[in-house]
């Protein structure tokens, strides 16, 4: 990581706090990175290797998201409050009281690369390029690619999870252990775990709120309340030069990424062949070359 001074501090969200983290500083030469995080529910911390990307001047910008890290949780919400409409709004409320909402790139990941191109579509006049990081145009394409993924798996994993789904027995240890298996080859191939990446699976562990009502158990059996999102018919609308990433073996798969690249007028595709779904910690300093120079080229 470079050595560069960091900031932490809290932003006021309607009452309640937003984490977030400045590496570098925000007056530097170069546009500021703001990024997103997965989950939902999940944290900052697993994409603590972006800070690699702060050097020629530019801040990079972590933060947590309501419900996660070390912002505010709700553990006593619904499904009416957890909405990607609240996700927007922290996004722009922090944008705001951070002084980068006149010129930003954006990286989201995952959920954040949804969740960034929700922001993109309504065309925010700040935002100079997007780069959309493992993630689906819609939740139909991401179930569709799960299956043919689970298709894959050993046929007792297969069974073991249709049968505790059935069943509702998300917790059971047997289940948790063949969910295992499909994150070993489909999210992140590094084992054990960076210590920032198991930190967000932590997180995850100790207040689901926001991934059990959003998404669901797991990473493959989405039936939270995003379960019906897409973004494909308004992905045209991203105007912004856009950077689309994903692993050779990600959940991601080409499919759930295809529209983005159909739609988006100034576009660019990279495939990471040894990733899954964390090609930043995978493949981590191809990944830093390829964004790093992608955020150069549209600085402004």
Not at 97 to 119: D, I, K, N
Not at 187 to 212: M, W
Request: net charge negative.
């Amino acid at each position: 990581m470079p050595d560069q001074p960091t900031t932490t501090g809290t932003l006021d969200f309607r009452g309640w706090s937003t984490w977030y983290q400045v590496t570098g500083g925000l007056a530097g030469a170069a546009t500021p990175l703001v990024t997103l995080h997965g989950g939902p529910g999940a944290s900052h911390d697993y994409l603590l290797s972006l800070v690699d990307l702060a050097e020629g001047g530019r801040a990079v910008i972590h933060y947590d998201q309501l419900g996660c890290g070390l912002s505010t949780h709700l553990p006593d919400r619904g499904v009416d409050f957890w909405t990607v409409e609240l996700f927007l709004d922290e996004l722009d409320n922090l944008l705001e009281r951070l002084g980068v909402a006149e010129g930003y790139h954006l990286l989201g990941q995952s959920w954040g690369g949804m969740l960034a191109a929700e922001h993109a579509v309504r065309r925010p006049e700040g935002l100079r390029s997007l780069v959309i990081s493992n993630s689906p145009a819609s939740m139909a394409l991401w179930g569709e690619a799960a299956d043919g993924l689970r298709a894959q798996l050993p046929d007792g994993v297969r069974e073991t999870l249709e049968r505790h789904e059935a069943a509702g027995t998300y917790d059971d240890p047997e289940y948790l252990a063949a969910t295992e298996v499909y994150y070993d080859r489909h999210v992140c191939r590094v084992r054990p775990h960076p210590p920032e990446v198991q930190r967000s699976f932590d997180q995850i562990g100790k207040d689901p709120t926001v991934y059990h009502t959003m998404n669901g158990p797991n990473e493959f059996h989405c039936i939270g309340s995003l379960r019906d999102w897409t973004i494909v018919e308004r992905a045209e609308r991203i105007d912004v030069p856009t950077l689309l990433v994903s692993g050779r073996h990600d959940e991601a798969a080409p499919l759930t990424v295809q529209p983005f690249f159909d739609a988006i007028p100034d576009v660019r595709w990279e495939v990471f062949e040894a990733s899954s779904h964390m090609p930043f910690v995978e493949e981590r300093p191809r990944y830093m070359e390829v964004v790093g120079a992608f955020l150069a080229e549209h600085d402004r």
